[in-house]
């Protein structure tokens, strides 16, 4: 990614959290998508606010696949280069999420781990909402109206880059924060937790199906094709790999699949 581009994404979180009147933001960062960045947290001066995502969690050993969240404030300069240099550093592979809360880091933190975990059949597993492949879909493909609740109450805004490395946002919806212990973990239904073996079809169907698709299509605009029509084969009842691929491969012949999917501020 250029500076240009981290520069300009910068300018845009900035001016968004200026609206709100706040100059922090929080950094998601997936450290599963690379090198571990923890080191780098650590060398910043003044020290930069930081938690292990997978704190208290079965996986919590997992010290460097863990998400972290970061603060930083973007009216210290040194914070603000530091942000800048790893989202260069990343050159656009997805493993940043940022949102803008006003809630205290600390009750932050404990909160988004306690997202991390959802409910499938009174079995409690590994909610991968950090990853911004998978982030924008739970809102347009699997989370319900109140489950959706529960990612939008602590953050003004998120956004992250999309494959293409282009911007995107979700408003939030600010709320109080509530006692743990009245947290209740989201319960995915079967259709639900299906739909997010899509998401990862649809990552390898780029790759299968690569002759099949738009040459003229951006990769967003692919991986959002396979998405969306991997959804549709599963509510149609398509459970096997290659039926899917057929329904995918239909629907690019036919009318054609939508090839964004985007959710904008």
């Not at 080191?39 to 001066?45: I, N, R």
């Not at 404990?110 to 975990?117: A, R």
Request: glycine share 4%; proline share 6%; with cysteine.
């Amino acid at each position: 990614m250029t500076s240009i581009m981290s520069d300009t994404w910068l300018e845009q979180l900035d001016s968004s959290c200026a609206e709100v009147s706040i100059t922090c933001l929080d950094i998601i960062i997936d450290q599963a998508g690379g090198a571990p960045l923890l080191p780098s947290v650590l060398s910043v001066e003044p020290a930069l606010p930081w938690h292990s995502l997978f704190s208290g969690l079965p996986e919590e050993g997992a010290e460097d696949l863990a998400p972290l969240l970061v603060r930083v404030d973007l009216a210290q300069p040194l914070q603000r280069q530091w942000l800048k240099g790893v989202i260069q550093a990343l050159n656009n592979r997805s493993q940043l999420l940022v949102l803008a809360s006003c809630w205290p880091f600390e009750v932050l933190a404990e909160y988004l781990c306690q997202c991390l975990e959802a409910r499938h059949a009174g079995r409690l597993g590994l909610l991968r909402y950090y990853d911004p492949r998978i982030f924008p879909f739970l809102f347009s493909h699997v989370l319900q109206a109140d489950q959706q609740q529960v990612l939008l109450c602590p953050a003004w805004f998120w956004s992250w880059l999309d494959i293409d490395g282009e911007p995107r946002w979700l408003m939030g919806s600010p709320d109080r924060p509530q006692s743990p212990l009245d947290f209740v973990h989201i319960e995915l239904s079967d259709m639900q937790l299906q739909a997010f073996g899509c998401i990862c079809d649809a990552l390898q169907a780029m790759e299968d199906l690569r002759e099949a698709l738009p040459s003229d299509w951006s990769a967003q605009q692919r991986f959002d094709a396979c998405c969306v029509a991997l959804f549709e084969a599963l509510q149609s009842g398509l459970l096997l790999t290659s039926e899917r691929e057929t329904y995918l491969l239909d629907r690019l012949s036919g009318v054609g699949v939508s090839p964004s999917n985007d959710i904008r501020k």
